[in-house]
């Protein structure tokens, strides 16, 4: 990006960027939590819906392991949607690293078992998996630091100079 001669105006990172990445993390949530809960067997057989399934490849049906994972979502979703409302840093980071301590061994155990599913659905799952794991880094980093951009004056306003008086 070039810089445009004059002053200096100053660029942050705003609360926007945060909030975006911790809706698609709670639109996530939202969507495993409450299927796995309100419809275990459903979610077992047809998770993640469109004809795929990436669950029931993986052993038998267990009701209440597929609650207990529904249940986890729910309450990660809980957190998430307290950290949109509030953005504050120290809440926006926490969430990323709770959705990190859960995401990484996630995507880790899914990495190193097809559990039954074709190249296509397994790359797929992985993807999505990464991406959550992307998302909860970025809320990980702190917030970026000001930095000075130089802009030109706007029309009418011109630094005082000195008359050397």
Do not use: K
Not at 34 to 50: C, D, I, K, Q
Not at 54 to 83: C, E, I, S
Not at 117 to 133: F, H, I, N, P, T
Request: charged share 15%.
């Amino acid at each position: 990006m070039s810089q445009p001669p004059g002053g200096s105006r100053l660029l942050v990172v705003g609360v926007r960027g945060r909030r975006v990445v911790l809706v698609l993390l709670a639109v996530s949530a939202a969507q495993v939590g409450v299927w796995a809960v309100l419809a275990p067997r459903s979610f077992f057989t047809g998770f993640p819906g469109g004809g795929h399934r990436w669950v029931m490849g993986d052993g038998p049906f267990n009701g209440h392991l597929v609650r207990d994972v529904g249940a986890f979502y729910l309450a990660l979703l809980t957190l998430t949607l307290g950290a949109v409302r509030r953005p504050e840093p120290q809440l926006v980071r926490l969430t990323g690293v709770v959705w990190l301590v859960f995401g990484i061994p996630h995507l880790a155990y899914h990495a190193g078992h097809r559990a039954g599913l074709g190249r296509g659905d397994w790359l797929l799952e992985l993807v999505a998996l990464s991406a959550a794991v992307l998302l909860a880094a970025l809320l990980c980093l702190p917030a970026r630091a000001p930095v000075p951009l130089r802009m030109s004056q706007p029309p009418g306003r011109r630094r005082p100079t000195s008359t050397g008086a």
